[in-house]
Nanobody, 116 residues
């Protein structure tokens, strides 16, 4: 059973930074591309960053140049470094497999709130 536990969110002023972590249990982490998603109130969940097993990354246009995804395969952990945060980045952030369906069970997410 895959379990995903996100942490590192909080309240930060616009322009600030946060680093999110996601601890993954199970073997699926070491064989799959991983992604960070976010869901703002009243909006659909969106994929903002992905990282393949080999370390190739991709980003949504809205976060490109500000967010950096990375992974530590030995520790089964994926990170999201978020810089130059904007109020529009306010959302609950989740990690999961980087795909459009067939995800692992979603974790509780971590709340990121950016004040103006």
């Amino acid at each position: 059973q895959v379990q995903l536990v996100e942490s590192g969110g909080g309240l930060v002023q616009a322009g600030g930074s946060l680093r999110l972590s996601c601890a993954a249990s199970g073997t699926i982490f070491s064989t799959s591309a991983m992604g960070w998603y976010r869901q703002a109130p009243g909006k659909q969940r969106e994929l903002v960053a992905t990282c393949t097993i080999g370390g190739s990354t991709n980003y949504a246009d809205s976060v490109k140049g500000r967010f950096t995804i990375s992974r530590d395969t030995a520790e089964n952990t994926v990170f999201l470094q978020m810089n130059s945060l904007k109020p529009d980045d306010t959302a609950v952030y989740y990690c999961n497999l980087a795909r459009s369906s067939g995800w692992a069970p979603w974790g509780q997410g971590t709340q990121v709130t950016v004040s103006s």
